[in-house]
């Protein structure tokens, strides 16, 4: 089975910086794209930032000039750097991954979740 794995959460004041990691594991044959999503409490969850094994990144307005999505060489860990953060960002940051374990099945994978507050 795959499992992704979130890491790097925490407690940060606002204008401060946090990398979130995520690592995925398992029966892989191929990743098409991992992103991050968040939710905050009453919150739908909604897009953060997501990139594709060809490199090309997305991310929301909310975040844009501020978070940057990164991935591994061999594409089984996406990273999330967080800077200049406000209490808005306060949310569970969830990872994803849109995969494949054999040549025939594809679907998405969600991690647990990690916390993540921006508070003075």
């Known amino acids: 089975q795959v499992q992704l794995v979130e890491s790097g959460g925490g407690l940060v004041q606002p204008g401060g910086s946090l990398r979130l990691s995520c690592a995925a594991s398992?029966?892989?044959?191929?990743?098409?794209?991992m992103g991050w999503y968040r939710q905050a409490p009453g919150k739908q969850r909604e897009l953060v930032a997501t990139i594709t094994s060809g490199s090309n990144t997305n991310y929301a307005d909310s975040v844009k000039g501020r978070f940057t999505i990164s991935r591994d060489n061999a594409q089984r860990t996406v990273y999330l750097q967080m800077n200049s953060l406000k209490p808005e960002d306060t949310a569970v940051y969830y990872c994803n991954a849109d995969l494949s374990t054999t040549s025939l099945v594809r679907k998405d994978y969600w991690g647990q979740g990690t916390q993540v507050t921006v508070s003075s």
């Open positions: 398992g029966r892989i044959f191929v990743i098409y794209a």
